[in-house]
């Protein structure tokens, strides 16, 4: 898992409130489970919460700040990113 910008996603809870789903770059994620949740630190923004989940087989940390009502993705698998970015890399080069 790689550092980058913090990126929006969009979330969506099961019926008892828990992370169900999230889209990220335009595809979809199940949570397959909540790993870790870690609060602020004495250095970090109060309201936020980091929640380390496995989705689609994968290994995401998402951000939840809570003061805003907004869901981000703080870390996500180097070899996810790279696959999109070579995708989108194919299509720019493929024939009209």
């Known amino acids: 898992m790689s550092s980058h910008v913090p990126e929006p996603i969009a979330v ?6 828990a992370l169900y789903r999230f889209h990220w770059r335009g595809l ?7 790993e870790r949740i ?23 940390l998402i951000c939840h700040d809570r003061s805003h009502h907004r869901w ?9 990113r ?7 890399f194919t299509m720019r080069l493929a024939p009209s």
């Open 28 to 34: 979809a994620f199940r949570v397959e489970a909540i």
């Open 12 to 17: 969506i809870f099961d019926e008892e409130g």
């Open 38 to 60: 870690r609060r602020p630190t004495s250095s970090q923004p109060l309201g936020r919460r980091f929640y380390t989940v496995r989705a689609g087989g994968h290994r995401f």
């Open 82 to 88: 790279l696959r999109q970015k070579m995708a989108a």
């Open 72 to 80: 981000t993705v703080v870390r996500s698998p180097l070899r996810l």
